[in-house]
């Protein structure tokens, strides 16, 4: 049975593909979805720009937006995929530091007290600093947002969906197993080897690339492949986006711990080691994550993701094909 993806606001389901579609179809109807989802999140987040949500889908659907590049790069103009993702790049990072600022915030709150009013007493101090912080990022951003969704770049983004083209009569299932080829082999890699904190950090970036490029050509597999391959990965992105808040929060706590320390040795005597308890708490956190990580690797290869990705439907049994 084929399971059809159901479309979505966000530009993660992409309804009408299958194995049989023409790759120019594709490419232009998964784009149109995507660039309009980016076009759609950005106005949302200049409405409700206190609203940590809003800017969150914003740089999720300019991942999801720069994935669709990625993967149907070869039927666009280079000029236009290059200019692309300079687009998408700076929109993202626009919202960045806002958002992880609302991630530390939400992380810092998350940590649970060991030591009653101490790590009380550091969790308040630094939800002061941030919510200082956050209030000029947030007019930054108001800015930087309001210039890119008014300006050429992002018309130029609107028009690419209706440049795609492609040669040879490919279809979306072809296309599929190559794509997905090249990005599970890098994926892999990067997934073996001791795990410290930058290969933690490669494995998020390589896996969510995965799994955004997966949400493209989900209809050209069985829906086992949903249902388990990127049903792993929806995990393991949550597993290191977790660990993620974790290191960065840490980082934080000791930038400010060193800055305290250095610069009001008096302050530091009353709040330095609330930061230091809360710190160790953190670290404790960031432990277990690595632990989850480590069995997640484990069950990995169970699932065979690059022989069954190497695999798509028949076109004859997804449907006609589709011009």
């Not at 949500?53 to 720069?66: I, N, P, S, W």
């Not at 939400?106 to 939800?127: D, K, Q, W, Y």
């Not at 040879?168 to 296309?175: K, M, Q, S, V, Y």
């Amino acid at each position: 049975m084929v399971n059809r993806a159901q479309p979505s606001a966000n530009g993660k389901w992409i309804a009408g593909l299958c194995s049989a579609t023409a790759v120019k179809k594709a490419a232009r109807d998964v784009l149109a979805v995507r660039v309009d989802a980016v076009n759609e999140t950005g106005r949302q987040a200049v409405e409700q720009f206190t609203d940590p949500e809003a800017v969150h889908q914003l740089r999720v659907a300019t991942r999801r937006a720069r994935a669709a590049l990625a993967v149907f790069a070869d039927a666009l103009p280079r000029k236009a995929v290059r200019r692309g993702r300079k687009t998408l790049r700076k929109l993202r990072r626009a919202a960045g530091a806002v958002r992880n600022l609302d991630v530390l915030l939400a992380a810092i709150a998350e940590v649970p007290s060991r030591n009653g009013p101490r790590e009380s007493g550091a969790t308040l101090f630094l939800t002061g600093y941030l919510v200082a912080r956050q209030a000029a990022e947030r007019g930054r951003l108001l800015r930087s947002l309001n210039r890119l969704l008014n300006g050429k770049a992002l018309r130029r983004l609107m028009r690419l969906p209706g440049r795609a083209h492609a040669g040879a009569n490919r279809t979306l299932g072809e296309w599929a197993s190559e794509a997905l080829d090249e990005i599970i082999g890098r994926f892999d890699e990067t997934l073996g080897g001791k795990i410290d904190e930058e290969r933690l950090h490669q494995v998020r970036i390589v896996g969510k690339e995965l799994r955004y490029a997966l949400e493209v050509f989900i209809d050209c597999y069985d829906a086992e492949v949903r249902d388990e391959i990127y049903a792993a990965l929806e995990d393991l992105q949550e597993m290191l986006g977790r660990a993620n808040d974790t290191r960065q929060a840490l980082r934080l706590i000791e930038g400010v711990t060193e800055e305290l320390s250095v610069s009001r040795p008096e302050l530091d005597r009353h709040i330095g080691k609330h930061l230091r308890a809360l710190t160790a708490a953190l670290h404790s956190r960031l432990t277990e994550q690595r632990k989850k990580l480590e069995r997640w690797r484990k069950q990995w290869p169970r699932l065979r993701a690059a022989d069954r990705l190497k695999e798509p439907l028949p076109a004859t049994e997804s449907d006609e094909r589709v011009e």
